[in-house]
């Protein structure tokens, strides 16, 4: 990035001299509501869990519930991100290469998990894959909602923008005469997709995956109706915070929020260096 | 056309089978994941004929979370707005140390899980905290009253216009506003005349974005609201409990309110990114 090249040899000076006004006032104010929206309640949080103690921390932690909860949540979000990542792929490739009827309207409602709010989807998907459900009763005696199976499918829908939307941008770029050249000197199609397009295609495949996951991980609203939130078996844990939440143990809440939050930031850390590897390794993303 | 050009596939491409099954595997996985449980909203908010649905949206406490909601959004997107603006003046128009960093930083609400967003705020406010008794005691109720979930909305919804308005005006340099001022106008003319109409639908995109957020929330806003009915209900907390209460097609009317402005949304974006391109509707999510 040139900004962080013109700030090195700025060396100590805060700033570059320009003639723009408004830079105390701007930063200034987006300091302030920064850290009075943000920063100070998200410390506060920490600082209330680190109040807990290394022991009292852990004992929350290692509580089978806690970690039963944890384990759904994790687990759930990545089976989601994995299906996200095929059907993703598969269908960012078919919008950015096919031309059939109804494209547009689909490339465009591929972008509804982002919009519709959360608590419809999931009423909708709970209604959709019970089973009296339009879905549901298809697959009795095998039951979808209300299993952890029920949450997989509601983090599918809220994860399937993240990979698509990260996929298709690069898949536009491709150069046609790449594929072109692989064909001319006799790979195969399979070949070349598989060997030629994907490989260059893992840092945005890689960065969907982290940012459903990462998602999943956090989602709620879509998730709790659909789950039967059983506990031990199908509770998620940001429903486990609120459980805690309403049981005034806030203690409970803080610690399991605290490991969430880490986790997060380590999540946002390494969609981060999958980046800056792919532009190190690709050129831009 | 001769039978010997219908015949010919361009070796960089698949042919007319695996593209047909290809649109129609993504066709099924949409169907299953977003088109059905999107038409089972409507459906089951109709499923009683239109004088059910007309007297679910005009029930006192439907009504009330009608206008809670929208009270909610317009205070929280335009503040969004106007810190969005800021941020993104400060950030593009200048160089300062640690820029990246603030970045970060802005775009952090959107790795932390809605429940935790909301926990941040009761930790700062409720019973254990210093400021809360305090508050309280001159007369102030943040926690479980319309301040809470207006914070809680503010905190989610907090990166969405600034993270549109930071690339595009990154992208449009400082040029245009260089010549405003080296000809005679104020710092305030040339934001209003000239950096304002130049970021206008990339900010019209935002706002949509940022808006569409702040009235389908759900987890954050559930954790402060407390849901007091006709005090602190808002639409997608008023899903739930009329869900809870098994009152389907009440639940269903109100969600369905709730998916049309989802498909507004999609629409109003779909429209700005084909008038406007991608670019100057900001292209990550």
């Given at each position: 990035?040139?900004?962080?090249?013109?700030?090195?040899?700025?060396?100590?000076?805060?700033?570059?001299?320009?003639?723009?006004?408004?830079?105390?006032?701007?930063?200034?104010?987006s300091?302030?509501y920064?850290s009075l929206?943000?920063?100070?309640?998200?410390?506060?949080?920490?600082?209330r869990?680190?109040?807990?103690?290394?022991?009292?921390?852990?004992?929350i932690?290692?509580?089978?519930?806690?970690?039963?909860?944890?384990?759904?949540?994790?687990?759930?979000?990545?089976?989601a991100?994995?299906?996200?990542?095929?059907?993703?792929?598969i269908?960012?490739?078919?919008?950015?290469?096919?031309?059939?009827?109804?494209?547009?309207?689909?490339?465009?409602?591929?972008?509804?998990p982002?919009?519709?709010?959360?608590?419809?989807?999931?009423i909708?998907?709970?209604?959709?894959?019970?089973?009296?459900?339009?879905?549901?009763?298809l697959?009795?005696?095998?039951?979808?909602?209300?299993?952890?199976?029920?949450?997989?499918?509601?983090?599918?829908f809220?994860?399937?923008?993240?990979?698509?939307?990260?996929?298709?941008?690069?898949?536009?770029?491709?150069?046609?005469?790449?594929?072109?050249?692989?064909?001319?000197?006799?790979?195969?199609?399979?070949?070349?997709?598989?060997?030629?397009?994907?490989?260059?295609?893992?840092p945005?495949?890689l960065t969907?995956?982290?940012?459903?996951?990462?998602?999943?991980?956090?989602?709620?609203?879509?998730?709790?109706?659909?789950?039967?939130?059983?506990?031990?078996?199908?509770?998620?844990a940001?429903?486990?915070?609120?459980?805690?939440?309403?049981?005034?143990?806030?203690?409970?809440?803080?610690?399991i929020?605290?490991?969430?939050?880490?986790?997060?930031?380590?999540?946002l850390?390494?969609?981060?260096?999958?980046?800056?590897?792919?532009?190190?390794?690709?050129?831009?993303? | 056309?001769?039978?010997?050009?219908?015949?010919?596939?361009?070796?960089?491409?698949?042919?007319?089978?695996?593209?047909?099954?290809?649109?129609?595997?993504?066709?099924?996985?949409?169907?299953?994941?977003?088109?059905?449980?999107?038409?089972?909203?409507?459906?089951?908010?109709?499923?009683d004929?239109?004088?059910?649905?007309?007297?679910?949206l005009?029930?006192?406490d439907?009504?009330?979370?009608?206008?809670?909601?929208?009270?909610?959004?317009?205070?929280?997107?335009?503040?969004?707005?106007?810190f969005?603006?800021?941020?993104?003046?400060?950030?593009?128009?200048?160089?300062?140390?640690?820029?990246?960093?603030?970045?970060?930083?802005?775009?952090?609400?959107?790795?932390?899980?809605?429940?935790?967003?909301?926990?941040?705020?009761?930790?700062?406010?409720?019973?254990?905290s210093?400021?809360?008794?305090?508050?309280?005691?001159?007369?102030v109720?943040?926690?479980?009253?319309?301040?809470?979930?207006?914070?809680?909305?503010?905190?989610?919804?907090?990166?969405?216009?600034?993270?549109?308005l930071?690339?595009?005006?990154?992208?449009?340099?400082?040029?245009?506003?260089?010549?405003?001022?080296?000809?005679g106008?104020?710092?305030?003319?040339?934001?209003?005349?000239?950096?304002?109409?130049?970021?206008?639908?990339?900010?019209?995109y935002?706002?949509?974005?940022?808006?569409?957020?702040?009235?389908?929330?759900?987890?954050?806003?559930?954790?402060?609201s407390?849901?007091?009915?006709?005090l602190?209900?808002?639409?997608p907390l008023?899903?739930?409990?009329?869900?809870?209460?098994y009152?389907?097609?009440?639940?269903?009317?109100?969600a369905?309110?709730?998916?049309?402005?989802?498909?507004?949304?999609?629409?109003?974006?779909?429209?700005?990114?084909?008038?406007?391109?991608?670019?100057?509707?900001?292209?990550?999510?």
């Amino acid at each position: 990035m040139t900004a962080s090249a013109t700030a090195n040899t700025a060396g100590w000076r805060m700033k570059q001299p320009s003639i723009i006004p408004g830079f105390g006032l701007t930063l200034g104010f987006s300091l302030t509501y920064l850290s009075l929206i943000i920063l100070i309640p998200v410390a506060g949080l920490l600082w209330r869990s680190a109040e807990l103690g290394w022991s009292g921390f852990f004992a929350i932690l290692t509580d089978e519930r806690t970690l039963r909860a944890l384990y759904v949540s994790f687990g759930t979000a990545f089976l989601a991100a994995l299906v996200n990542v095929v059907f993703g792929t598969i269908l960012a490739w078919v919008l950015t290469r096919y031309r059939f009827p109804g494209r547009r309207l689909i490339d465009a409602m591929v972008d509804l998990p982002f919009a519709l709010p959360t608590a419809v989807a999931g009423i909708a998907f709970a209604a959709l894959y019970a089973p009296n459900g339009w879905v549901g009763s298809l697959f009795m005696p095998f039951r979808i909602a209300f299993t952890p199976l029920g949450i997989v499918i509601a983090l599918i829908f809220i994860g399937l923008p993240f990979v698509v939307r990260t996929v298709q941008p690069l898949m536009e770029e491709i150069d046609r005469e790449v594929e072109e050249a692989a064909a001319t000197l006799g790979a195969n199609r399979f070949q070349t997709i598989f060997k030629v397009l994907l490989p260059g295609l893992t840092p945005a495949v890689l960065t969907g995956f982290a940012l459903a996951f990462a998602r999943g991980v956090g989602e709620y609203g879509s998730v709790i109706f659909i789950a039967g939130n059983i506990p031990y078996v199908s509770e998620i844990a940001p429903l486990l915070i609120v459980i805690r939440l309403e049981e005034f143990n806030y203690a409970g809440a803080t610690a399991i929020a605290t490991i969430m939050l880490l986790i997060s930031f380590a999540m946002l850390l390494v969609i981060n260096l999958i980046q800056a590897w792919s532009r190190r390794r690709y050129g831009n993303v | 056309m001769s039978d010997n050009r219908r015949t010919f596939r361009s070796p960089a491409d698949e042919g007319f089978f695996t593209k047909l099954a290809l649109v129609a595997l993504s066709l099924v996985f949409l169907a299953f994941f977003l088109f059905m449980p999107l038409v089972s909203v409507f459906v089951h908010a109709f499923a009683d004929g239109w004088d059910a649905y007309y007297e679910a949206l005009i029930e006192p406490d439907a009504w009330a979370a009608i206008q809670l909601t929208l009270t909610v959004a317009v205070i929280a997107v335009p503040l969004n707005l106007v810190f969005g603006l800021c941020a993104a003046w400060a950030i593009a128009k200048f160089e300062f140390k640690g820029k990246a960093f603030l970045i970060t930083l802005i775009d952090l609400p959107f790795s932390i899980s809605p429940v935790i967003s909301g926990l941040v705020y009761v930790l700062l406010f409720g019973t254990g905290s210093l400021l809360g008794p305090w508050l309280k005691s001159h007369g102030v109720e943040i926690l479980f009253a319309v301040p809470g979930i207006v914070l809680a909305t503010i905190f989610v919804t907090f990166p969405f216009v600034a993270r549109e308005l930071i690339p595009l005006m990154q992208d449009q340099g400082t040029g245009d506003e260089e010549a405003a001022l080296s000809l005679g106008a104020s710092g305030w003319q040339t934001f209003w005349y000239v950096t304002l109409p130049n970021v206008k639908w990339g900010l019209l995109y935002g706002v949509l974005l940022c808006n569409a957020r702040a009235m389908g929330e759900f987890g954050a806003v559930s954790v402060v609201s407390g849901r007091i009915r006709g005090l602190t209900n808002t639409m997608p907390l008023h899903v739930e409990i009329l869900y809870n209460e098994y009152n389907m097609v009440a639940a269903f009317a109100v969600a369905s309110l709730l998916a049309l402005l989802a498909l507004v949304t999609l629409a109003l974006k779909t429209l700005l990114e084909l008038r406007f391109g991608a670019g100057a509707a900001g292209g990550r999510h």
